[in-house]
């Protein structure tokens, strides 16, 4: 199974960037990696996604515009590139891969109960 493990979380102004970054061990056998997010007294929440073979990439609505997923298949590394941060975007990030490849498309590929390995987090804290 593939190991995920995410680093760059830390704190920033409203408004800022950020980028955090999550390793993958091996090429994931579903195919792709994800970023979720996870606030207090808030449920998981899917930010994007992408196919680390071909680049195709989704977005929730609420970060559509400010933040970037991009792979760099080289470094088994995939980004979230984070801007105009806002406190709403305070939370623990997670990257996440699908057992097998997911027969939803488009931002049905982010609902986190289909995502079967995960990493530990790393927090973003955006202040006012």
């Known amino acids: 199974q593939v190991q995920l493990r995410e680093s760059g979380g830390g704190s920033v102004q409203a408004g800022e960037s950020l980028r955090v970054s999550c390793v993958y061990s091996?090429?994931?056998?579903?195919?792709?990696v994800g970023w979720f997010r996870q606030g207090s007294a808030k449920g998981r929440e899917g930010v994007a996604t992408?196919?680390?073979?071909?680049?195709?990439?989704w977005y929730s609505d609420s970060v559509k515009g400010r933040f970037t997923i991009s792979c760099d298949r080289s470094k088994n590394t995939v980004y979230l590139d984070m801007n105009n941060l806002q406190p709403d975007d305070s939370a623990m990030y997670f990257c996440?891969?699908?057992?097998?490849?997911?027969?939803?498309?488009?931002?049905?590929?982010?609902?986190?109960?289909?995502?079967?390995?995960w990493g530990q987090g790393t927090q973003v804290t955006v202040s006012s």
């Open positions: 992408i196919f680390i073979d071909g680049d195709r990439k």
């Open positions: 996440a891969s699908p057992r097998s490849p997911l027969t939803v498309r488009g931002a049905a590929q982010l609902r986190p109960e289909d995502y079967d390995y």
């Open positions: 091996r090429f994931p056998s579903g195919r792709m």
